[in-house]
């Protein structure tokens, strides 16, 4: 059903935009969700850039895909 991680993603870095695209969420939102631990951290590349390691990112958006499904069985929604 999902994509199998391409083992190429593990060295693969995505800006802290990318980031906010991949989970549709605001570059504050993600920057929130990192301070509080609640998304991977990133990547200090310096000069006050940061970037994040991809399969990580893509891993957390699978979590939150899980989690939902997991709801919608406990609720009885399918």
Same mark, same amino acid.
């Given at each position: 059903?999902? %994509?199998?991680?391409?083992?190429?993603?593990? *060295? @693969?870095?995505?800006?802290?935009?990318?980031? !906010?695209?991949?989970? +549709?969420?605001?570059?504050?939102?993600?920057?929130?969700? %990192?301070?509080?631990?609640?998304?991977?951290? *990133? @990547?200090?590349?310096?000069?006050?850039?940061? !970037?994040?390691?991809? +399969?990580?990112?893509?891993?957390?958006?699978?979590?939150?895909?899980?989690?939902?499904?997991?709801?919608?069985?406990?609720?009885?929604?399918?």
């Amino acid at each position: 059903m999902f %994509r199998r991680r391409d083992d190429n993603d593990l *060295a @693969v870095l995505v800006s802290l935009n990318q980031a !906010a695209i991949m989970t +549709s969420m605001s570059r504050t939102m993600v920057n929130a969700y %990192r301070t509080s631990g609640r998304f991977p951290a *990133a @990547v200090d590349l310096g000069d006050r850039r940061i !970037a994040f390691v991809k +399969s990580e990112v893509m891993e957390w958006i699978q979590k939150k895909i899980e989690a939902r499904i997991a709801e919608q069985v406990r609720s009885g929604k399918s």
